[in-house]
């Protein structure tokens, strides 16, 4: 099999002016990317991104636009109906040639000007190559959960995932079990906001 250049992706942003229209740095509405699983899967990170993204959309503070790592199409643009009724209310950019959009993930936020990059996913995914990524001019987000029973894997005593978490600007976590196994394993205190649940759909079994 024959893999693709690493700069095989290389979207002209012209191609994408009427789409994405110019924006001025940490001027409102905030422009934030999310990272995470494709919000067109219902897997527990895309539908937590699905919900998020269109909470903030509907801001009149923020713009939230979807870089879905395992999504191979084409940009789709809102509004976004799904079978079942749910609606997408943002924009959704598939990947790169490369896993978890590590080949494209400096070219958006740099050229989108996004202000707020966001993270849902687990450490050990974007490990090692994440820590060389300039995420620059975005102040960034990784919202986190616990990473395996044993806490964050730990290649050697010196080098572990938890250098992802310090990498970016604020780590979150999303369970209160995630914020104290990081704060006595790696004495790194971080906030917490739960993931939360749609009560309509996950409730409690009667007896």
Known sequence: MTLLPSNFFKPSITTFDKYFPPHNLYEKPYRCLLMSDSVLMDTGYGTATRALANYLHSSNDFSAIQLAYNYPGRILMPPIELIGGDIINFPVIGAGSQPYC???LEFWIKNLNIDI??????TFFVWPWFLNKNLTPAKSVWWTMSDGAGGMPRYTE????IKILQKVDL???????TQNQIKEKYNMAVPYIPIGVDTNTFFPLKE
């Open 158 to 161: 010196a080098v572990d995932c």
């Open 171 to 177: 780590a979150v976590a999303a369970t209160k079990f």
């Open 102 to 104: 590590q080949d494209t």
């Open 117 to 122: 990059f966001w993270v849902l996913t687990d």
